[in-house]
Every structure is written in structure tokens, then in C-alpha cells.
């Protein structure tokens, strides 16, 4: 892609990185923005990091799912174009999110068995599933998770968004636990880019959220979750 107006960095896995993705797509219809879909790898941020102290029993087996889908995603942008990339992400967050969640999903999501219905869906050949155990593929996905932390800073997860590359802002998240409405789409993306484009501006936070709504976790839209501080994959390390 030439010159996008977003670039957005994401980790298939990442329900916040899908809901922000999501919303993105609401306000990209509505302002026709163009919009570039990258990789960053929850798997490799976490790399040096004991899974097994930091994090629930089932973040490290999703988080590698999720470099393994990854790797898939960086073939088919090599041999397919970029604009392959975000009908691809769009249907695996699909069936990762917006179904509910079934015991063994972190593990089922990293194999062909899931992934090969999938790329059907979207119109890719189902030997694009060879790059799930493909290790080649991590080099680039490191560097564009590289690229995305050199923008924001490293204490950060998913999603990562560049408005208006390269000289425009950048940012993590936003990280929201429900879809806005069509009109209030674009109000919230004027507010957080206003924000952002601050230079000073460095973080406005709250901890206490609700789980996200999606039929994965058992919310469905609409229905106010529990609040809680409760991460759900989006950050480098549960704190």
C-alpha cells in the first residue's frame, strides 16, 4: 500500500486489538480512510518473560497461536498483496471472537484444522497453512513489532495505531470493551487523535474495565460486562 491513512499493528488473539479493529473499520468506512494491516506479536514482546508468573495457564499457549497465525498472514501478504491481509484478520477474528469460547480454543486456533476453513473463506489457498510452523516468518514479524514499539514506546501492547504515516500520530489502543454507535464511531476517533496529537500528551487511563462484548466471553453486544481490571491479552504483561 502506497500511502495509507492508518496503520494498525494487531495480534490476531488480542480481543482488545479486535474490538479496536472493529471500530476502526466503522470509522474507515465512514471518512474512506485506507488502512494497512501490520503484525505485532504478543508471543515475541513476551519472549523473556516466564509465562508461567506473569500470566494466566492460558495465555501462553493463545499468545503462540497467535505468532503462528501470524506467520501464516505474513505468507499470504508475500504472495498475495497486502490487501489480502485484512479480509484474513477480519475472518479469524471472526471465528476467534464472535463465537463463543470452548475449552482447548488457546491450542485449536495455532492449527490447520482451524485455519483452513478459514482461509477458504476469504479466497486463500489452504497451503498457506505450511506457515504455521514456519519459524522464517519471524524475523519480519519481529521487526514490524519492533517498528510499531519504536513509535510508542515499549512499556505497550496491542493494537498499535499510526494516523496519517509517516509524520502523524501514534498511539496504543484505544482499548474499548464495547462497539460505539455508528455516529458516536467517529466522535470517539476525533477525541482520542485530538488527544494524541498533543505532543505532551502521554497517557489518560483507567484500570477498572469491563470483559469485552463478545461471544467469546460470554457477553453478548449491549450487555454490560462485569467491571474488573481485567487485561485479556492487550497489554505486554499483565500487571
Known sequence: MASPDLRFWFDPVCPFAWMTS?????????????????????????????????FPPEYEAGHTAGLRLLRVAARARAEH???????????????????PNEPGDEVRR?????LEPVLAE??????????????????QIRAETDEALALTGKDVGTPILHFRPPEGVAFFGP????????EEAVALWDHVVGLASFPGFAELKRSLRERP???AFGVRPGEAGTQEDWHGGSRRQKR
Open 175 to 182: 482499548v474499548i470493551s464495547r462497539l460505539p454507535s455508528e
Open 22 to 54: 472493529t471500530w476502526v473499520r466503522q470509522v474507515s468506512a465512514q471518512r474512506e480512510y485506507a488502512v494497512e494491516w501490520r503484525f505485532i506479536s504478543l508471543r515475541l514482546l513476551n519472549a523473556h518473560i516466564d509465562y508461567d508468573t506473569h
Open 213 to 215: 462484548q463478545l461471544p
Open 81 to 99: 498483496g497486502p490487501d489480502a491481509v485484512g479480509p484474513l484478520y477480519a475472518a479469524l477474528g471472526a471465528q476467534i471472537f464472535e463465537t
Open 110 to 114: 495455532g492449527t490447520r484444522e482451524f
Open 122 to 139: 476469504v479466497g486463500l489457498p489452504a497451503d498457506l497453512a505450511d506457515a504455521l510452523d514456519d519459524t522464517a516468518w519471524d524475523e
